[in-house]
């Protein structure tokens, strides 16, 4: 199994970046894929979720109306667009997919971080 994450770096305050996550190797179709963060001396938190065939989404409310996740179910890929970006939002990111039997898998991280 393998989730191999990009995209992450260094941005100021205001700007956007957009990370992705191809998902590769896992057994059972994918039930949700989606994007958690932890920042220095936090716990981690659910930043936003995208479920298979609807594609219905949940995202915290520290970031709707600025994050946008999307998903290509054939190339098992999920993407973050994140706009407007303030340095609260300064974390690594990890990817985390769900697939039908339960299963639970997470991405090595990616490092955001937000300049004011």
């Known amino acids: 199994v393998q989730l191999a994450e990009s995209g992450g770096g260094l941005v100021q305050a205001g700007g956007s970046l957009r990370i992705s996550c191809a998902a590769s190797?896992?057994?059972?179709?994918?039930?949700?894929m989606g994007w958690y963060r932890q920042a220095p001396g936090k716990q981690r938190e659910m930043v936003a979720v995208?479920?298979?065939?609807?594609?219905?989404?949940n995202y915290a409310d520290s970031v709707k109306g600025r994050f946008t996740i999307s998903r290509d179910n054939a190339k098992n890929t999920v993407h973050l667009q994140m706009n407007s970006l303030k340095p609260e939002d300064t974390a690594v990111y990890y990817c985390?997919?769900?697939?039908?039997?339960?299963?639970?898998?997470w991405g090595q991280g990616t490092q955001v971080t937000v300049s004011s």
């Open positions: 190797g896992i057994t059972f179709s994918i039930r949700t």
């Open positions: 985390n997919v769900v697939n039908y039997a339960g299963f639970v898998y």
């Open positions: 995208i479920t298979s065939g609807a594609g219905a989404t």
